[in-house]
């Protein structure tokens, strides 16, 4: 069965991957077969091609607690290069997310969501099942359509799971470089990036906060709405300056 964006109900396929995120557990859904094998004779939709990404984001969550786990003791260069390279890793998959969507933008003329506080000529495009029930219009997002709510919600999701992962993993890099001299040169460079993590983190919880009030009014909230709320939920009890 499709919905309106061409996707093959993949509700099991959402529940077992943010379980996985949650558990921070690798998922069989990386695995090749399954990535692969069900659309042997299916083109992937942009809802598939983003779990595609997302499934590989719990191996992330697993091997950065165990990164972590084995720096209790002695830090050595070797554990430096070994956060180095899960940084990488993360960086890279960031990367691919973002070049997601710039495909799902590539889809439509029309913008993908756009604030209600500020004056447009979209308003008619907007989907009436999503029309939030919520009287204070402070910081909602108006979306075209509730599928394209939804997609947005979980690569925000994933994004910032990524970036909580990433402000972590840099914080604790910066607390030891200075166990490693030979290492010192990338203390400015992991300063930089760590700062402009956190303020993507930042704005990408308020996104996800944007959608709410849409995703509470249609039936596209009921199946992809709590996952994203858990996890910047997640995000807003840590703290950005402990995250």
């Known amino acids: 069965i ?112 756009w604030s209600r506080n500020l004056p447009t000529t979209h308003e008619k495009h907007h989907d009436a099942e999503c029309v939030p029930k919520y009287s204070n219009k402070f910081h909602q997002l108006v979306f075209p359509s509730g599928p394209i709510t939804g997609l947005l919600a979980h690569y925000w999701s994933f994004r910032l799971q990524l970036a909580m992962t990433s402000i972590k993993l840099q914080q604790s890099l910066l607390s030891r470089v200075s166990q490693v001299p030979e290492q010192v040169f990338f203390k400015e460079k992991l300063a930089q990036s760590l700062h402009r993590e956190q303020e993507l983190a930042d704005s990408t919880a308020q996104l996800i906060l944007g959608a709410e009030p849409s995703l509470s009014s249609c039936f596209e909230g009921f199946l992809c709405l709590q996952p994203p709320l858990r996890i910047v939920t997640s995000y807003f009890e840590i703290g950005r300056a402990h995250v």
Not at 29 to 34: D, F, Y
Not at 86 to 96: C, E, P, R, V
């Open 2 to 113: 499709r919905d309106s964006t061409g996707d093959w109900s993949s509700d099991v396929c959402s529940s077992d991957l943010f379980t996985a995120i949650e558990q921070r557990e690798q998922t069989f859904l990386a695995e090749p077969g399954w990535l692969s094998i069900p659309f042997e004779h299916v083109n992937k939709s942009m809802r598939d091609h983003l779990t595609d990404m997302g499934v590989h984001i719990p191996n992330l969550l697993q091997c950065f607690d165990l990164f972590s786990a084995g720096t209790t003791t002695e830090y050595t260069a070797q554990h430096f290069e070994t956060g180095m390279s899960l940084l990488t890793q993360i960086t890279d998959l960031t990367q691919k997310l973002e070049g997601w969507l710039t495909s799902l933008e590539a889809t439509t003329s029309k913008p993908l969501y």
